[in-house]
C-alpha cells in the first residue's frame, strides 16, 4: 500500500511537472525572418512591419560592396560586409516608424539609402 502512494504521488508530481514545462516551452514565440537585399543604394524591400513585442531577425544580404544598417532610435546597427551576409536579432519595445540608415559609405548615393520600418500593435 505504502508503495502504491509513494508511485502515485512521483507520478503526480511528474505530470505537473512535465505539463508546467510544456506550457512555458510553448509560449514562446519564433522570430519574424525577414530577408533584405542591400546594394548600391537601396534597401529592398524599402519598407517592412514588424508586430510590437515579437522577435524579429532581419538577414541583410549585400552582392556588391560592405553596408550597415543603423536604427538609432532602437538602438540597432549591424555592418553587412562586401558580398556577405548579416542578421539583426532584436524585439521591437515600442510603436512607431523607425529609419534606418546605411552607416557604411558606399559610395555618391550613400546618404539616401533607407529602410523604414514600422512597428505596430
Known amino acids: 500500500m505504502k508503495r502504491r502512494l509513494v508511485y502515485f504521488a512521483t507520478s ?9 514545462f ?3 516551452g510553448g509560449s514562446q514565440v519564433a522570430p ?3 530577408e533584405v ?11 517592412i512591419t514588424v508586430k510590437k513585442n515579437q522577435p ?12 550597415g ?11 553587412i560586409p562586401a558580398k556577405g551576409t ?7 519595445d515600442k510603436t512607431g516608424d523607425f ?11 550613400h546618404g539616401t539609402m533607407t529602410l523604414t520600418m514600422h512597428v505596430v500593435e
Open 22 to 24: 510544456v506550457h512555458r
Open 12 to 20: 503526480t508530481v511528474l505530470l505537473f511537472a512535465s505539463a508546467l
Open 69 to 79: 544598417l543603423k536604427f538609432r532610435e532602437l538602438n540597432q546597427d549591424v555592418k
Open 56 to 67: 524579429v531577425v532581419l538577414v541583410l544580404n549585400s552582392p556588391d560592396v560592405a553596408h
Open 99 to 109: 529609419v534606418g540608415h546605411c552607416s557604411v559609405f558606399c559610395g555618391s548615393g
Open 37 to 47: 537585399t542591400v546594394t548600391r543604394f537601396a534597401y529592398s524591400p524599402a519598407e
Open 86 to 92: 548579416a542578421e539583426m536579432r532584436f524585439t521591437p
Open 32 to 34: 519574424r525572418r525577414i
